[in-house]
């Protein structure tokens, strides 16, 4: 409210990025009478990190038509659910149990499943794609799995949220990983994980 600044929710995913977007453009069409009664309200307008809108696009287009069909490129989903467990590790795993786990560039949706399932905790999956609708959509009826449409730069979560954050292939296709790295890492606990 104080700085009268709203985000569209659609199909069930907050679309909590800092600058407008086509989905912004549709929500206001849709529900352009139910706005008019918000007159000092107005969408997000900051300006996007350097890359992030050609990384929106095309990330988006590549996995919108996904159909959960058991395989990602050339790996089974148990073969992705293995390296996964893998990479994070037993101490992560030991962090995470029954915590919150973070991963940040979700895409469809696997490893935050995966976490959610073996490390019986609540799982956030941030992306900044559209692949993160579909995720939405295909995971819905779990009550321990979440997802936002959102920036690694701005992440609507406070800081030490995380027992765990995973991210992987994602934080080299921004303008900078560093910037990348220190913009995610404050959100993992003290104690905490990343991978």
């Known amino acids: 409210q104080a700085c009268k600044t709203y985000f569209p929710i659609t ?11 086509p989905i912004h453009q549709d929500f206001a069409t849709e529900f352009k009478d139910e706005l008019a009664h918000l007159p000092d309200y107005q969408f997000p307008h900051a300006e996007p990190v350097s890359g992030e809108q050609f990384v929106m696009s095309s990330f988006s287009s590549e996995w919108l038509a996904y159909d959960y069909d058991g395989v990602i490129w050339d790996l089974s989903y148990e073969d992705h659910e293995k390296r ?42 941030v992306d900044l794609s559209l692949a993160v609708l579909v995720a939405t959509r295909h995971f819905r009826d779990n009550p321990f799995l979440h997802f936002i449409q959102a920036s690694a730069f701005s992440l609507p979560v406070r800081t030490k949220f995380a027992d765990v954050i995973y991210t992987h292939g994602v934080l080299h296709h921004t303008h900078s990983t560093e910037a990348a790295v220190k913009a995610v890492g404050p959100h993992c606990r003290d104690d905490g994980w990343m991978y």
């Open 11 to 21: 199909h069930g995913l907050p679309v909590l990025v800092p600058y407008t977007t």
């Open 84 to 125: 996964f467990m893998a990479e994070i590790g037993p101490n992560a795993v030991s962090a995470g149990q029954r915590g919150t786990f973070l991963e940040v560039g979700c895409g469809i949706g696997l490893s935050a499943y995966f976490a959610s399932t073996n490390l019986q905790c609540d799982a956030i999956g």
